[in-house]
Nanobody
Framework: VQLQASGGGLVQAGGSLRLSCAAS????????MGWFRQAPGREREFVAA????????DYADSVKGRFTISGDNAKNTVYLQMNSLRIEDTAVYYC????????????????WGQGTQVTVSS
């Protein structure tokens, strides 16, 4: 499967963005999906995940209550709605797919998109 992330940009603190991850080559319903992010000088970290069935989601503590992951099988796309953005959310955001029913571990993801930059300004 090939993943294409989009939707990043420059936004003021407190604002919102919606990231999209479009898949091609295979149905996203075959994978559990995740969003990760990497800020300069830091390791790539887990942000959110959704199970293959769509019935389970999980979030990093730092984004709980502000970010929402969802999927649209008809569009073969996964989304990350980001509200109440903070300066510390600035990073390159990556979507990833895992050939598992459910996972959040970075090393368990098999396919990665190219990343989309999110910059939050004060």
């Amino acid at each position: 499967v090939q993943l294409q992330a989009s939707g990043g940009g420059l936004v003021q603190a407190g604002g919102s963005l919606r990231l999209s991850c479009a898949a091609s080559g295979r149905a996203l319903s075959s994978y559990s999906m995740g969003w990760f992010r990497q800020a300069p000088g830091r390791e790539r970290e887990f942000v959110a995940a959704i199970s293959r069935s769509g019935g389970y989601t999980d979030y990093a503590d730092s984004v709980k209550g502000r970010f929402t992951i969802s999927g649209d099988n008809a569009k073969n796309t996964v989304y990350l709605q980001m509200n109440s953005l903070r300066i510390e959310d600035t990073a390159v955001y990556y979507c990833a797919a895992a050939q598992r029913i459910w996972t959040t571990g970075r090393s368990t993801y098999d396919y990665w998109g190219q990343g989309t930059q999110v910059t939050v300004s004060s």
